[in-house]
């Protein structure tokens, strides 16, 4: 079993920076490849970006690109989401996923555990 728990959400101006969270506990964190989603009411759950187990592979949602920086620190056993230049699109709650595999993609079916969520809004 693996426990998630995203922190760092919040209410946000258009432009602005939020940093996300997500601790990790359970089981042995470097050998989890951990992912961000994020859902909005009615819409289904949706890939941001993914990181390997060492940190040194990095995927991200086109839509996010340039702005997102996702990272992980192994002694810590937490991951990060450094959102920048953030847009009311981004709205959303934010979902910490693991999965035990060396990789998982996009799809959100893929991951096994996942964090309870933390809301981000950006106001225009």
């Known amino acids: 079993q693996v426990q998630l728990v995203e922190s760092g959400g919040g209410l946000v101006q258009a432009g602005g920076s939020l940093r996300l969270s997500c601790a990790a506990s359970?089981?042995?964190?470097?050998?989890?490849?951990m992912a961000w989603f994020r859902q909005v009411p009615g819409k289904e759950r949706e890939f941001v970006a993914h990181?390997?187990?060492?940190?040194?592979?990095?995927y991200y949602a086109d839509s996010v690109k340039g702005r997102f920086t996702i990272s992980r620190d192994n002694a810590k056993n937490t991951m990060y989401l450094q959102m920048n230049s953030l847009k009311p699109e981004d709205t959303a709650v934010y979902y910490c996923?693991?999965?035990?595999?060396?990789?998982?993609?996009?799809?959100?079916?893929?991951?096994?555990?996942w964090g309870q969520g933390t809301q981000v809004t950006v106001s225009s």
């Open positions: 990181i390997s187990w060492s940190g040194g592979r990095t």
């Open positions: 996923a693991a999965d035990p595999t060396f990789y998982a993609g996009t799809g959100y079916a893929n991951y096994d555990y």
């Open positions: 359970g089981r042995t964190f470097r050998r989890l490849i």
